[in-house]
């Protein structure tokens, strides 16, 4: 007799033909047949598939209890470990005992009812959508998937650093951040020329951070190879399938390397995250296949067997210039690439992963690398079919006078980023590195093309009620 066990247990083998054990899980949909045996598929979360579990009228409560049973009830059951008699590879219970630990109330209203549910509905019930089969499934790939780039990451050396979440200063320039405060605003005196934020709790205007980049570097300039794993905010009004207000970002940053080595590791890292994805996840694969992205396979393995494409922006700007699309925003060199002009690259021209390089400054943020043009920075961003930019990365400025010259440019206080100075100041090297959106990810290789469905709780303009 054993402990609580799991679904995932019962099928990596882990306990005998007819042995006795016990398990707990919520009902996914149950049947009474009229000889006086039910059948109850029960989930716990751990595996993709459901267990059978065969009740029949013998047990004590059958006729109470049992018969009421309805989805969403949670269960401890003990039984007898059997295979299925219609296909053998499949476990099921023989119930000796069953508890019911948690009735459903007025199960006709159960938000989470057997029937098929649209992920848009799910999103309504948050709070109960992990109950379901594919978000449950997509959990634990995203868990799968963090476990192994940690891992991965480890194996190659770098170092996880926790970066702050709360800030004072801005990484990327672009002026959307959210406020920190503990400051009375309702009743707050305002006086001209007065920075009320002295008195704030951190003495100084705070944000949260939208990215762990600029403190990242600071352990880069002493530790080598690091990387940070963290939730990310950012407080654009943009209510799309890719964007989130709280995302999590996979950074890393890289002493002693310059852009084109960085732009090689981010392909070898995707790569291995692909090929694992693909070789320890093939039930998940074959059901998302059928739900959701029936090549799911092929698309994800056309990444990982082509090599990625890798163009100057200047080099993109011509191919869209030249081509024969219709795009509803114009091409100008210097302007930022639209989401169609990257589809166009990415799904027509090439037809696969493209690494874009060597930005415009004017569009890309103060820390980046000046090239010898004066015009660009040693900027990527690796953009993949359909979903567009999964990662964001460049090599840094590592020349205190450069680096002073594009703060004044973008006006901003180079007092503010004195630590981020000192860097430059003492000691500096070349150093690079990039950030992975990880939720862009996961609805990659998901085929969920909504990024709100691949974190538990999403945050978007108007929506944080969970
Ligand atoms: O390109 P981004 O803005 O780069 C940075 O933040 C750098 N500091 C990273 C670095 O060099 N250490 O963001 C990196 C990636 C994007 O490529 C995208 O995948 C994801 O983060 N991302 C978002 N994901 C979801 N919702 C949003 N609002 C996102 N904004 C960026
Ligand atoms: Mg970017």
């Excluded at 047990?59 to 309805?70: D, G, P, Q, R, V």
């Amino acid at each position: 007799m054993c402990l609580i066990s799991s679904i995932s247990e019962l099928v990596t083998g882990k306990f005998k033909i007819n042995q006795i054990i016990s398990i707990g899980g919520w009902v996914r949909n149950k049947r009474h047949s009229k000889l006086g045996i039910s059948f109850i598929n029960l989930y716990d979360g751990s595996y993709i598939y459901d267990i059978q579990i065969i009740a029949n009228n013998t047990l004590y409560n059958y006729k109470n209890e049992i018969l009421s049973i309805t989805s969403g009830c949670s269960l401890k059951v003990t039984g007898q470990l059997k295979f299925s008699l219609k296909n053998k590879k499949n476990y099921e219970i023989y119930a000796t005992k069953i508890e019911i630990l948690g009735w459903v109330e007025n199960p006709g209203k159960y938000p989470i009812s057997p029937k098929k549910h649209s992920l848009k509905y799910l999103r309504e019930v948050s709070h109960l959508r992990s109950r379901t089969t594919i978000i449950s499934c997509i959990t634990r790939i995203r868990h799968n998937i963090a476990l192994f780039i940690h891992n991965f990451l480890n194996k190659k050396n770098f170092f996880c650093i926790n970066t702050p979440i709360i800030t004072t200063i801005d990484t990327e320039g672009s002026g959307k951040m959210f406020k920190v405060s503990t400051l009375d605003f309702e009743n707050i005196q305002y006086k001209k020329n007065i920075n009320i934020f002295k008195k704030d709790f951190f003495g100084k205007e705070s944000f949260l951070t939208v990215s762990g980049q600029l403190n990242l570097e600071t352990y880069a300039c002493s530790m080598s190879k690091v990387y940070t794993f963290g939730p990310t905010f950012r407080a654009e009004n943009s209510n799309t399938k890719r964007h989130l207000a709280e995302f999590w970002m996979l950074e890393l940053e890289i002493a002693f390397t310059n852009l084109k080595n960085i732009m090689k590791f981010a392909e070898k890292m995707l790569k291995k995250i692909f090929t694992y994805f693909l070789n320890f996840h093939k039930k998940e694969i074959t059901f998302l296949s059928n739900k959701l992205e029936k090549n799911l396979f092929y698309k994800i393995e056309k990444i990982i067997l082509n090599k990625f494409n890798i163009i100057e922006y200047t080099e993109a700007v011509n191919i869209l210039k030249n081509c024969k699309e219709k795009f509803l925003n114009s091409i100008i060199w210097g302007n930022d690439l639209s989401s169609e002009h990257e589809k166009y690259l990415t799904n027509k021209y090439f037809n696969n992963a493209v690494i874009i390089f060597n930005y415009p400054k004017k569009i890309k943020a103060f820390y980046m690398y000046l090239n010898d043009d004066n015009r660009t920075v040693a900027s990527m961003d690796i953009l993949l079919p359909d979903i567009g930019e999964i990662i964001g990365g460049s090599q840094r400025e590592n020349r205190i006078d450069f680096l002073d010259k594009r703060l004044k440019e973008l006006r901003l206080n180079k007092n503010h980023y004195w630590w981020y100075r000192d860097l430059r100041k003492y000691g500096t090297v070349p150093h690079s590195g990039f950030g992975l959106g990880f939720e862009r990810l996961l609805s990659y290789i998901t085929g969920l093309n909504n990024i709100k469905d691949v974190i538990p709780f999403p945050r978007t303009p108007y929506n944080a009620r969970f």
